[in-house]
């Protein structure tokens, strides 16, 4: 009996350099997709939004599937996704602003924390000030 190895070891070798192009192209999209939002202006400096990034991916393909076609709803949900959480102070005396959003201040430091409840609509403006700083303006709907 004569069993023929070359063909099954040619159909290895060329599933090997299938998904070794593979890797590549999937290695390739990430550093060229990726590295913007990891990396500060192609330098090895991190990205101090990093955090709002990653935590705003899962927000941004929901919204994508919740709202195919208005950009606008899209982008308003990935923002909201973005914003900076803290730990929540405990003793603070929080004013209701609108419903699912409240404000205290710190009494040590004197900022403001507002509180926002999961679940509430928001819609995300930039305004430009008069010192030229773009800021994000978040209004509860």
């Known amino acids: 009996m004569y069993y023929d190895y070359t063909t099954t070891t040619t159909n290895m070798n060329r599933y090997k350099r299938i998904m070794i192009v ?3 192209a999937i290695a390739f999209i990430f550093a060229s997709y990726g590295s913007p939002h990891v ?16 935590r705003a991916i899962p927000a941004s393909v929901m919204a994508f599937i919740q709202n195919p076609t208005d950009s606008d709803a899209r982008n308003n949900i990935v923002q909201t ?5 803290v730990k929540s102070v405990e003793g603070l005396n929080y004013t209701p602003i609108k419903t699912g ?21 928001l819609q995300v403006h930039s305004v ?14």
């Open 101 to 121: 959003v409240y404000a205290a201040e710190h009494p040590e430091t004197g900022k403001t924390i507002v509180r926002i409840d999961k679940g509430t609509q």
């Open 81 to 85: 996704a973005k914003i900076q959480q």
């Open 39 to 54: 990396f500060v202006a192609n330098t090895p400096q991190l990205n101090p939004n990093l955090a709002g990034n990653l």
């Open 22 to 24: 593979v890797g590549m």
């Open 128 to 141: 430009t000030l008069s010192d030229g700083r773009v800021v994000k303006v978040y209004i509860p709907l």
